[in-house]
């Protein structure tokens, strides 16, 4: 699924930003010492939540089902969007 008007996208972005707990993505961060970037450092809030914004727009813009980066995860189905600070995961093929 895709949304073809832009100005929709800003208000999903903005609307999905505000409820997700930056706090607690710092936290656990700062806490894992999860570093980024050449030279690799701990993110500081506003490098999080501009990664953040831009995944979920390259997201929407493309179509795509998922994109991610840095433990976030962006994603969309036929009838949702989100966005999640992925900290383990584990999955296979069978």
Known sequence: M???TPENHELIVDGLLANLDFDMI???VNLTDWKWGSPEQVPSLA??????RRLL??????????HGTGGFEAWQDSQHFGIRFVVTDSSTSY
């Open 2 to 4: 895709r949304i073809k």
């Open 47 to 52: 490098q999080m939540k501009e990664i953040a």
């Open 57 to 66: 727009i390259e997201m929407l813009e493309s179509g795509h089902q998922q």
């Open 26 to 28: 710092i936290k656990v």
